[in-house]
């Protein structure tokens, strides 16, 4: 018979063995959260593996659920549940569903009191919410930034904030970061960066951005109400020289605050006075985009104050229209652009490497969606319900077409094998039959 000391041995083991599976199966589980609108870190990018590639209306659908009207925001997932604002009518909401079913587990929100405009393709509530798995805080643009806890009670709100005004309205989604929320007000005529206490709402520090600008030809003042001016940028945070800072594309110009105290750190210019997409950054480079046909660049991060002359690798004067933001993946840049072409580029010296027009079943290939990077293939979604899948890889490679027939101008989220999408019809979670 072993001794009593072996007996106890093999069950500290045994437990210890127990514990690290619980730890694993539980960091599992978190690795497949997508907590906001472009995924835990801002960049679009997932470690996952094992999504799928190929879908269609019946085919690999685990489920689908009506929405009550037409939205262009993004789903987050934590655990067992998937978040999505909806507008219905004068109501600005927060939806929450099982993702195991897709059964709406609760819905609240506000009525509005703003009379502001938007876009015929803008629908009201187009920030996406963000979450740190206790709270979700969502942003109702001109009605105000709201908390609330995973059983849809209202923690806090902030409706001093004022007016969100821009023709083409809203559609910044807040980020966490730490203790901290950060949410870009704008576009409008005012526009400020924004950081609150994720428990309480209260302002922790705020920057205004004068983006006012002369005109070119005429010299008048033009103020970013006006339809071409204004950032729709939601602010990233990327570790720098072993320190967090927070990235902003405001017009003209991309810019890096103190996470903690809102000081500019640097900024490089070379934008145009319209943006929409977000920066995005890998081997310490950091690239944004205009839109509208406009400026490009790219800039080693750090230093401070202006670092134009010092540290921008390269600038394209003209591009094509860009809404979606881009992915990069070993030293190239994917993105899918407005008028439905995907391009690649080169990361360090933004050399054109493939452009490719992406066409499939539906009525028009314009593309809004963000590109969503997932072992080593790029997921987008059209206006036109086609989800396409491509490799991010210097050489084109189209790996499937996937029709769903209803619009979108959201972004493809992962999680756990599983990718959720949301339609102007319909929520869907997409996965592979076992």
């Known amino acids: 018979?072993?001794?009593?000391?072996?007996s106890f041995s093999s069950r500290i083991i045994q437990l210890l063995a127990g514990f690290l599976a619980w730890a694993a199966a539980d960091l599992s589980l978190q690795a497949g959260n997508w907590p906001a609108w472009r995924g835990p870190l801002g960049a679009g990018i997932s470690e996952e593996k094992n999504l799928p590639a190929k879908w269609s209306t019946t085919e690999n659908v685990k489920w689908r659920i009506e929405l009550p009207a037409p939205g262009n925001s993004t789903p987050i997932v934590w655990n067992e549940r998937v978040f999505v604002t909806q507008p219905i009518a004068e109501r600005r909401t927060l939806m929450c569903f099982n993702r195991a079913d897709g059964k709406l587990l609760w819905q609240a929100g506000i009525t509005t009191r703003a009379k502001e405009p938007t876009h015929g393709t803008n629908p009201y509530c187009s920030p996406s919410p963000v979450t740190d798995g206790e709270r979700v805080i969502v942003s109702f643009a001109s009605d105000g930034l709201y908390c609330y806890d995973f059983a849809g009670k209202e923690l806090w709100h902030r409706t001093d904030l004022g007016e969100q005004f821009h023709i083409w309205g809203s559609g910044v989604s807040p980020v966490i970061c730490g203790d901290l929320?950060?949410?870009?007000?704008?576009?409008?005529?005012?526009?400020?960066l924004l950081a609150v206490n994720k428990r309480t709402g209260k302002t922790t520090w705020q920057h205004d951005e004068q983006t006012g600008y002369k005109h070119p030809k005429t010299g008048e003042k033009v103020e970013q109400g006006n339809t071409y001016v204004g950032s729709w940028t939601t602010p990233v945070v990327m570790k720098i020289e072993n320190k967090d800072q927070l990235l902003m594309s405001w017009p003209r110009r991309l810019a890096a605050y103190d996470p903690q105290t809102g000081k500019e750190l640097w900024t490089c210019s070379g934008l145009n006075p319209l943006v929409y997409t977000s920066p995005i950054y890998a081997d310490d480079i950091v690239v944004t985009m205009g839109g509208f046909n406009g400026m490009s660049l790219a800039v080693r991060a750090g230093g401070s104050g202006d670092v134009t002359e010092s540290r921008r690798l390269w600038h394209h004067p003209r591009t094509k229209q860009r809404i979606g933001s881009g992915v990069i993946h070993d030293g190239h840049i994917y993105i899918h652009n407005d008028p439905g072409v995907a391009e690649c580029f080169e990361l360090k010296t933004g050399k054109l490497v493939w452009e490719q027009r992406l066409t499939g079943q539906g009525k028009t290939g314009i593309n809004w969606s963000s590109v969503m990077l997932a072992d080593g293939r790029c997921y987008t979604i059209t206006q036109g319900g086609d989800c396409f899948v491509f490799k991010?890889?210097?050489?084109?490679?189209?790996?499937?077409v996937n029709c769903l027939g209803e619009g979108s101008n959201s972004s493809i989220v992962p999680s756990n094998g599983e990718l959720f999408i949301r339609t102007h019809q319909a929520l869907w979670c997409i996965a592979e039959k076992k």
């Open 1 to 6: 018979m072993p001794p009593a000391s072996f």
């Open 181 to 192: 929320c950060f949410l870009n007000f704008g576009p409008g005529d005012r526009t400020f």
């Open 392 to 400: 991010a890889s210097p050489q084109f490679e189209l790996i499937s």
